[in-house]
């Protein structure tokens, strides 16, 4: 039987937690939990599910921007990997929902075997993104900052926006969505190449979103192996090769409410199979219809 990990990373919305592993629950996933530590005690200690196996990660503090969110990401490659080959891994976070069962997900799979679903975007350019790969420093305070230390970004970017980066080829640069469903291939090859990835990554900023994209342009044999990858402007009738349909064209990105309901049955039909975000303290209703009507 093929199995499947779905790795997800989660920092508030124990509740909806429970609803997402509830609709994952499934003999042929096993489940992975990176918890952001500055939220650990809001979330149970242990999981148990009438199939899927559960196992939390030994986790540490996630800041937005930062490099910690690929170091998370990472440690779930890890420790999926460690328990054995799985076909596909599936990095979520606690926000995110399928959109169809896992019958339909594990048959699209096993007719698309070998292939990366990842996103590219050409919202911003490359020199714009080569920015990112500089120095930065205060990391942790890149969105909840004091008044100096937003400033100081400020005048960072300004600096370093003037100055190309000397870590990469300009050509080299992309970015997409870090929420991607891999094969056994690439991820063994990310976790082979964590000193190369901390190398390049470790001091900038929203890497998280270059960092499968740019390790993807530096062992272009994976570049063939793409589902998809005409990259997306963020517009809502463009399909999204990571599988997940995200919206960025109403905020950043939007969270769905109930009365949306008829754009996720568009994004299923056009061939979506997750999408984000959902939060229940902003619209509960639409999260149980999805997962109370469709998925079970």
């Known amino acids: 039987m093929k199995k499947h990990a779905y790795l997800i990373i989660a920092n508030r919305n124990p509740n909806q937690l429970k609803m997402l592993l509830s609709v994952l629950d499934d003999s042929r996933n096993d489940i992975y939990i990176y918890i952001d530590n500055k939220s650990r005690k809001e979330f149970p200690s242990k999981y148990n599910l009438n199939f899927s196996k559960v196992y939390l990660a030994s986790s540490s503090d996630i800041y937005w921007g ?11 490659f890890r420790m999926a990997r460690s328990n054995g080959r799985y076909e596909y891994y599936h990095l979520l976070s606690g926000l995110d929902l399928p959109l169809v069962n896992q019958d339909i997900i594990h048959d699209f799979f096993d007719k698309h075997l070998n292939k990366e679903f990842i996103t ?3 919202a911003l350019t490359k020199e714009m993104l080569s920015t990112r790969l500089h120095k930065y420093h205060l990391r942790k305070s890149f969105r909840n900052g004091t008044i100096f230390e937003r400033a100081f970004h400020k005048i960072e970017n300004n ?3 003037k100055v190309p980066t000397k870590k990469l080829e300009i050509e080299k640069i992309n970015f997409g969505s870090n929420w991607v469903s891999l094969d056994d291939e690439l991820v063994n090859d990310l976790i082979t ?3 190369e990835i901390y190398n390049i990554f470790h001091s900038g900023y929203l890497v998280d979103e270059l960092f499968i994209p740019v390790f993807i342009n530096l062992h272009p044999k994976y570049k063939r192996k793409i589902y998809y990858d005409r990259p997306v402007t963020d517009k809502p009738d463009e399909f999204q090769g990571n599988l997940r349909y995200i919206n960025w064209w109403d ?3 939007y969270t769905w409410r109930d009365k949306d309901y008829d754009k996720l049955v568009y994004a299923r039909k056009m061939g979506h199979l997750f999408s984000r975000k959902f939060d229940e303290n902003v619209d509960d209703k ?5 997962v109370d009507y469709d998925l079970k």
Do not use: C, F
Not at 66 to 76: C, G
Not at 286 to 290: A, F, L, Q
């Open 193 to 195: 190449h964590d000193n």
């Open 286 to 290: 639409i999260i149980k219809r999805i």
């Open 159 to 161: 600096v370093y926006s």
């Open 251 to 253: 905020g950043s990105p």
């Open 66 to 76: 930062d490099y910690s969110q690929i170091q998370a990401e990472l440690s779930l």
């Open 120 to 122: 590219y975007s050409t």
